[in-house]
């Protein structure tokens, strides 16, 4: 096994009951990747590593369901015991430091306690954890935002975050043995920027960037997971699953 992708949770735009919003870990190349930090994740997280052994924590965008549980990390290593060896990494778009520390209430990010270590992600910023290597490309969203392409050994993860239809996806997607997307608005609206997948909109993107496995998360509210999931596989044409909290996907070369 060169990658594994453990699900957190996948539910948008807030958690219900036994299904927290987006985040994952990200396991390959002898390190543990937390993947974005929606609510409820942090708990999850708890299920399936010691969080003070993670080499990372990746925010895709600073909107609260992805985001909202540094909160809770950073208690847990600050104050609840969890304490890491040296400052977890975290690799968000810029202004994450600052967001948390005024929800705290404090002006200057640096009086936060030294359990992070904020690094800005850019279009096409690469981070390396072990042999495990993670690539930012910037994708249509109503804020700053990322998807992901990670690789290890020959194995490759594509993760949209959240985003409209754009050429990134496809690149960062290109030939990926899993690609983890979202499929959250039921129909593209007709005015406006497209901020979100519809699940056709998954389903173009895993055909024409050639992935072996498609997986559907972060369905919103006028739609179920599972009727996201058929349609995104009726234009998609391949395999296709639901992303369900608990489940573990293993990608091989």
């Known amino acids: 096994m060169a990658l594994a992708l453990t699900v957190l949770g996948t539910a948008s735009p807030h958690p219900a009951p036994g299904r927290p919003c987006s985040g994952y870990l990200l396991t390959g190349g002898g390190a543990q990747v937390w993947v974005d930090a929606g609510p409820g994740t942090f ?102 935002a ?36 979202e499929a959250d608005i039921d129909r593209a609206a007709g005015e406006g920027e497209q901020v979100h997948l519809t699940p056709e909109d998954a389903g173009r993107l895993a055909r024409h960037a050639r992935v072996k496995r498609l997986l559907v998360t972060h369905a919103g509210p006028t739609l179920t997971r599972e009727a996201a999931t058929e349609r995104a596989a009726a234009v998609y044409g391949g395999v296709t699953a639901t992303a369900y909290e608990g489940d573990v996907h293993r990608l091989t070369p």
């Open 43 to 144: 708990g999850e997280l708890q299920r399936y590593t010691d969080p003070a052994r993670l080499d990372a924590v990746w925010i895709s965008h600073l909107h609260a369901d992805h985001s909202a549980d540094l909160l809770a990390a950073l208690y847990a290593f600050a104050y609840g015991g969890l304490t890491p060896p040296a400052p977890v990494p975290v690799y968000a778009p810029p202004g994450c430091a600052r967001r948390i520390a005024g929800f705290l209430g404090r002006p200057d990010p640096a009086s936060l306690p030294p359990v992070f270590d904020f690094r800005d992600l850019h279009d096409g910023h690469e981070a390396r954890h072990g042999d495990l290597r993670l690539t930012a490309r910037s994708v249509r969203h109503d804020t700053e």
């Open 146 to 181: 990322y998807g992901l392409r990670a690789d290890c050994d020959g194995a490759v993860l594509a993760y949209s975050g959240d985003s409209g239809p754009c050429p990134a996806l496809a690149e960062l997607a290109d030939g990926a043995g899993l690609l983890l997307c």
